[in-house]
């Protein structure tokens, strides 16, 4: 075997470092043990409950077919807000609406309230979107109630956001809330548990949530149809295809590639690396504003205007729920309870394990 030089040898490595320097390595962070499933998300509330509320004074008339600007115009904030204190409390168990957005939202071990940082992931793609008053509401129990610095506050759609500041202008937030739009887009690969891909694949997620910098993540979705591949319907945990990449959510496994994202910690929380057991929860809140909703979907206006809202905090429970008593018992609409069951029953869960069997708990 020929010789290498000194000089050559100083020569090449030299030049492997340029290329490394040019080209930096991804490093993906190890997974460490998944989700223990079964174990408690949100230590002060019911991870089990879903509550509902529905009301025709949270609107003015009645229009199903129209536009988000319309309906923007039709919503009766104040009716919105008292409704989702009453869903606070049903949720959180208390009288106070004061206590019960207390103990939904859990300051993060070390911080201060003023120096939390929110993230909320809202569906922005087509045409149909969340109303500003159930949006504001929540912004405004943070910064209001609970100290937070709107600066603080991000309000994003990693896939669909794109024109979200300008095409939905989100009124009446409180001073310093940031429409992020994509928020910087999803380009940061993290490790994906179980049922996808055995556990051994990546994917891409927004970039904030990959590195730990948010320490509250609220979930607000609608309810619309999509594909019977996902039970027929998207709603919290499809909502996350705006939080990682979707792309694999129309490949083979999309069902299972949907499930394995919402048991992350990116979306779940911190986990203790030996147990799987979340730390500190960090998806606090599902919020399904339902004011407006649709049997087919995902894209066009709505076609029916149910006037609902619904809360819970582990959001394959709500989606169950919500699809099994919402979209099929009360609207009629068709979902695959195959798909639909696969929610509960991959994160340990059987509809006998739910209050009243899977019913809505109307407040």
Not at 163 to 169: K, L
Request: proline share 7%; hydrophobic share 40%.
């Amino acid at each position: 075997m020929a010789r290498i030089s000194r000089r050559e040898f100083v020569k090449n490595a030299l030049f492997a470092g340029t290329a490394i320097a040019a080209s930096p390595m991804i490093f993906v962070p190890k997974a460490g043990a998944a989700w223990e499933k079964k174990s408690i998300v949100h230590p002060n509330v019911n991870n089990l409950r879903v509550v509902g509320i529905t009301d025709p004074k949270m609107v003015h008339g009645v229009q199903p077919v129209t536009s988000w600007a319309v309906q923007e115009k039709m919503v009766v904030k104040e009716r919105v807000w008292e409704n989702m204190d009453k869903l606070a409390c049903g949720l959180a168990g208390t009288r106070s609406p004061e206590d019960a957005w207390r103990a939904v939202f859990i300051k993060p071990p070390g911080k201060s309230w003023a120096h939390t940082v929110v993230a909320i992931k809202t569906n922005n793609i087509a045409l149909q979107h969340t109303r500003s008053a159930v949006l504001s509401k929540v912004c405004h129990v943070f910064t209001d109630l609970l100290g937070v610095q709107g600066t603080n506050i991000h309000i994003f759609d990693g896939v669909h956001g794109g024109s979200m500041a300008r095409n939905t202008p989100f009124s009446g937030l409180p001073e310093g809330v940031r429409i992020e739009d994509q928020w910087g887009g999803i380009n940061t690969p993290v490790p994906v548990p179980a049922p996808w891909g055995d556990g051994r694949r990546t994917t891409k997620c927004l970039r904030h949530l990959a590195e730990g910098k948010v320490d509250i993540l609220v979930n607000i979705a609608l309810c619309k149809g999509h594909s019977d591949t996902y039970g027929g319907f998207t709603m919290t945990m499809k909502n996350h295809m705006g939080t990682f990449s979707p792309m694999y959510v129309h490949q083979d496994e999309a069902l299972e590639y949907l499930l394995a994202v919402n048991m992350t910690p990116q979306v779940l929380g911190p986990m203790d690396a030996k147990t799987g057991r979340v730390n500190h929860p960090l998806q606090q809140l599902c919020i399904v504003d339902a004011l407006w909703a649709s049997e087919g979907g995902p894209g066009g206006n709505p076609r029916s205007q149910p006037n609902f809202l619904a809360m819970g905090v582990l959001s394959p429970v709500v989606d169950y729920v919500l699809a099994t008593r919402f979209r099929k018992e009360k609207m009629g609409w068709d979902i695959n309870l195959e798909a639909t069951r696969r929610m509960l029953t991959e994160f340990g869960y059987q509809p006998s394990d739910l209050p009243g069997g899977g019913q809505i708990i109307e407040v």
